[in-house]
C-alpha cells in the first residue's frame, strides 16, 4: 500500500518519487494525545490491532479489535447512547441485555415480541399484563 509523501523526503531505490511504501519497522503501538488528556492509540497484543481511546486517567473507553472474524467492539462509559432517525438493526446468533436495577421496553407505537422455540417468563414475584383484552391462544 503506498501513502502520499512530502517531497522533500528522498526516494528510496527502485522507488517512484513522492510515495512511500509501509515501513519496514513495525511499531506496537502509535498514541495521539486529545485536548482533555484522552488518548486514541492503535496498538497490536498478540498479533491484534486495535484503535483505543482512553480516558486521561488512562481507563479504557473504546477499544476496536481487528480479529480474523470481523472487529469486535468493547465500549464502557457511564452512559452509552444511539440515535437512528428511521432504524436501528441488531443482528446477532444470542443476545443479553443485564441490568442491575431496572429495564424498560417502550413504544409509541407496536410492539411484537416474538419466537420460534419456546419462550419463557419467569419472575419471583407478582407478573401483571394490562389491557383492554387479553387474548390467550
Given amino acids: 500500500m503506498a ?13 517512484a518519487p513522492g510515495l512511500v511504501t509501509e515501513t519496514e519497522t513495525v511499531t506496537d503501538e502509535r498514541r495521539m494525545y486529545l ?3 484522552r488518548q486514541v492509540a492503535v ?8 484503535v483505543e481511546i ?10 476496536i479489535k481487528l480479529t480474523a472474524e470481523g472487529p469486535v467492539l468493547s465500549l464502557d462509559g457511564v452512559k452509552v447512547e444511539m440515535n437512528a432517525a428511521e432504524s436501528l438493526q441488531i443482528k446477532c446468533k444470542d443476545f443479553k441485555v ?7 421496553i417502550e413504544s409509541k ?7 420460534d422455540g419456546e ?18 391462544n
Avoid at 501513502?3 to 522507488?15: C, I, S
Fill in 3 to 15: 501513502d502520499q509523501r512530502d517531497d522533500d523526503q528522498p526516494a528510496k531505490a527502485g522507488q
Fill in 35 to 37: 485536548d482533555g488528556g
Fill in 43 to 50: 496498538v497490536e497484543h498478540a498479533g491484534q490491532q486495535a
Fill in 54 to 63: 482512553r480516558a486521561a486517567s488512562g481507563q479504557l473507553e473504546l477499544r
Fill in 98 to 104: 443485564e441490568a442491575t436495577e431496572s429495564t424498560t
Fill in 109 to 115: 407505537g407496536e410492539l411484537k415480541i416474538k419466537s
Fill in 119 to 136: 419462550m419463557e417468563l419467569d419472575s419471583p414475584s407478582d407478573v401483571r399484563i394490562k389491557g383492554k383484552k387479553i387474548w390467550l
